[in-house]
């Protein structure tokens, strides 16, 4: 019975530590662009990562936690804009063909990502 009443205030414990670490985030929260819902996803892959990597018990979980860090380093292309802030960077002179050629870049990074993240989310688990 103790032990029992000891699992639950410690778990417990740790909601109120997971809420508290999700404040700042879901303060900046907006629900008028994407960039906000990848900023979600990025939080939680980045808790998931660093916990797989540290205290992950199963056989792989050392390459599942370089999946996470692949799928955050896909984000990180997603949320900067990098094909399309990559063409701003590159040149004085913007043209259609040049801009369009960047989004067409930076939309097949969003669907390797979701792809990605659809292929291998079901093993991240510990």
Same mark, same amino acid.
């Given at each position: 019975?103790?032990t029992s009443l000891k699992?639950?205030?410690?778990?417990f414990?740790?909601? =109120?530590?997971?809420?508290?670490?999700?404040i700042?985030?879901?303060w900046k929260?907006?629900?008028?662009?994407?960039?906000y819902?990848?900023?979600?996803?990025k939080?939680?892959?980045?808790?998931?990562?660093a916990y797989i990597?540290?205290?992950?018990?199963?056989?792989?979980n050392?390459?599942?936690?370089d999946k996470?860090?692949?799928?955050?380093?896909?984000?990180?292309i997603?949320?900067s804009?990098h094909?399309?802030?990559?063409y701003y960077d590159s040149?004085d002179? @913007?043209t259609m063909k040049?801009?369009?050629?960047a989004?067409?870049?930076q939309?097949?990074?969003?669907?390797?990502f979701f792809? @990605?993240?659809d292929?291998? =989310?079901?093993?991240?688990w510990?």
């Open positions: 019975m103790l699992r639950k205030i410690r778990r414990v740790y909601s =109120i530590k997971k809420l508290w670490k999700w700042p985030i879901i929260d907006r629900d008028w662009d994407y960039w819902i990848y900023e979600m996803i939080y939680k892959l980045e808790d998931m990562e990597r540290k205290d992950g018990i199963h056989v792989n050392k390459h599942e936690a996470i860090k692949t799928a955050l380093n896909l984000l990180y997603l949320q804009e094909y399309i802030q990559e040149t002179k @913007f040049g801009i369009n050629k989004i067409a870049k939309d097949k990074a969003h669907r390797i792809k @990605f993240l292929h291998n =989310i079901r093993n991240w510990d």
